[in-house]
């Protein structure tokens, strides 16, 4: 991942979806990132189950991280 990004959270899908939810809410564009399910789509097998990563850009990391503690 470029290293204008740095990750945030790296958990399960539901978990990642409400964050990404909450950092929309106060305009943070998040970047997720999910290899199970990019290869499940590219009809590929992964041993990775349920991890999604969410990033976000460097110059929004301080309010983010505030939505993370909240």
Not at 1 to 23: H, P
Not at 26 to 35: Q, R
Not at 48 to 58: I, R, S
Request: glycine share 2%.
């Amino acid at each position: 991942m470029d290293s204008n990004y740095t990750r945030i959270f790296i958990g399960n899908t539901a978990e990642a979806q409400s964050i990404v939810s909450r950092l929309k809410d106060i305009d943070i564009i998040a970047v997720v990132k999910n290899e199970s399910e990019s290869a499940r789509l590219a009809g590929f097998a992964s041993s990775m189950l349920d991890q999604t990563e969410v990033y976000v850009h460097n110059d929004e990391l301080d309010r983010a991280e505030k939505i993370l503690d909240a």
